[in-house]
C-alpha cells in the first residue's frame, strides 16, 4: 500500500477569515489524502520550491499590496508524513519561525498555534496575498480534481498568476 500525503484545506478557512467574499460556499475544512507518488503533486511542491526565494524577497520587501505570508511544510512523525499550512512567519538572525494553522490528523508532534521552527528543506508550499488574490499555492492545483464543483469555483476565483 502507496503512504498518502494529508494535505488540508486549511487555506480556504484562511480565505474566509480574510474575508476574501461575501459568498464564501459551505467548504468543510478537510484532509485529502494524496499518493506520495502522485506526479502532479511532485511537479506542484518541486515547482513551489523552485519559486521560493521570490516568495522570501516579496515578504521582505511587500510593498504592492502583498500580505498574509504562508507557508506549507512537512512534518513526519515516524511513519507519518502529513502537511501543515504555516502563518505569522518570522526570519530572525536567519531562522525562520511559523505559526502552525491547522490541527493534526496523523502526527502528534506539534499542535495548531504552535510556533516551530521552520527548515527550507521542509518547505514544500507557499502563498500570500495580493488585491484579493493568491499568489503561489502551488499544490491546491492539482487538489483541485478533488473538490467538489463550488469548492473548485471558489478557488479558481481566488488564485491569482504563479511568478514566472
Known amino acids: 500500500m502507496k503512504s498518502a500525503r494529508v494535505l488540508p484545506l486549511r487555506w480556504l478557512a484562511l480565505l474566509m477569515w480574510l474575508g476574501a467574499t461575501s459568498a464564501l ?12 507518488d502522485d506526479p502532479e503533486m511532485k511537479k506542484a511542491m518541486a515547482d513551489a520550491r ?17 500580505e498574509d505570508f504562508s507557508i506549507k511544510i512537512r512534518i513526519t512523525d515516524g511513519k507519518e508524513v502529513e502537511y501543515f499550512w ?12 511559523a505559526m502552525i494553522d ?23 508550499d507557499w502563498f500570500y496575498m495580493k488585491h484579493d488574490k ?23 476565483d481566488k488564485l491569482g498568476p504563479l511568478p514566472e
Open 86 to 97: 504555516c502563518n505569522e512567519l518570522k526570519v530572525e538572525k536567519g531562522v525562520v519561525t
Open 25 to 36: 460556499p459551505a467548504i468543510e475544512d478537510r484532509a485529502i489524502g494524496v499518493s506520495k
Open 50 to 66: 523552485a519559486h521560493l526565494p521570490h516568495f522570501w524577497q516579496v515578504m521582505a520587501e511587500a510593498k504592492n499590496g502583498e
Open 134 to 156: 493568491m499568489i503561489g499555492n502551488y499544490t491546491s492545483r492539482p487538489l483541485m480534481k478533488s473538490m467538489n464543483a463550488e469548492e473548485k469555483e471558489f478557488l479558481k
Open 102 to 124: 491547522n490541527d493534526p490528523e496523523l502526527v502528534k508532534t506539534v499542535e495548531s498555534g504552535q510556533r516551530i521552527p521552520v527548515k527550507e528543506a521542509d518547505i514544500v
